[in-house]
């Protein structure tokens, strides 16, 4: 499978703006310290993770759903991404809070349940933000 990918380039200090950019060109934005610490209206790095997280939240229920033979009509899934100063200094992520709402024909609680909480477990978004090796190649251009 490949390898998926974005781009950012920042200019400028703390008063300074990034431009993102992901290979299909279906994503793509500025975001500054405004927009991620104050109100500032524009995106962020946690926004663009709560959307990564409940679009394969979404997805993996549904693929789980489907191998028991359930189709879902709906699936509304909002992803709450907490940032907070860290001890030590800096800024951590400490918890995503997904909210689901789903509509999916014959389905009993139970199984519901189930299927919801194995795709929260599996869906390789939820794995990723559990703790990846992440791999650095960094170059200082002269």
Known sequence: MPARQA?????GGKDGSGDFETESGQIEGTF?????????????PEELIG??????FSMQLTAFLEEEGYTPD???TE???????????????????????????DIDE????????????NCPVSKA????DITLDATLKS
Not at 129 to 132: D, H, Y
């Open 79 to 105: 992803a709450d991404v907490h940032l907070k100063p860290a001890d030590g200094g800096g800024f951590e992520i400490p918890r995503i809070d997904l909210t689901l709402t789903a509509e999916i024909p």
């Open 74 to 76: 709906s699936l509304q």
């Open 7 to 11: 781009d950012t380039t920042w200019q």
């Open 129 to 132: 933000l559990a703790g990846p």
């Open 110 to 121: 139970e199984t519901f349940d189930d299927l919801a909480q194995n795709a929260k477990e």
């Open 32 to 44: 500054r310290f405004p927009t991620r610490f104050e109100d500032e209206p524009g995106t962020n």
């Open 51 to 56: 959307a990564a997280h409940s679009g394969c």
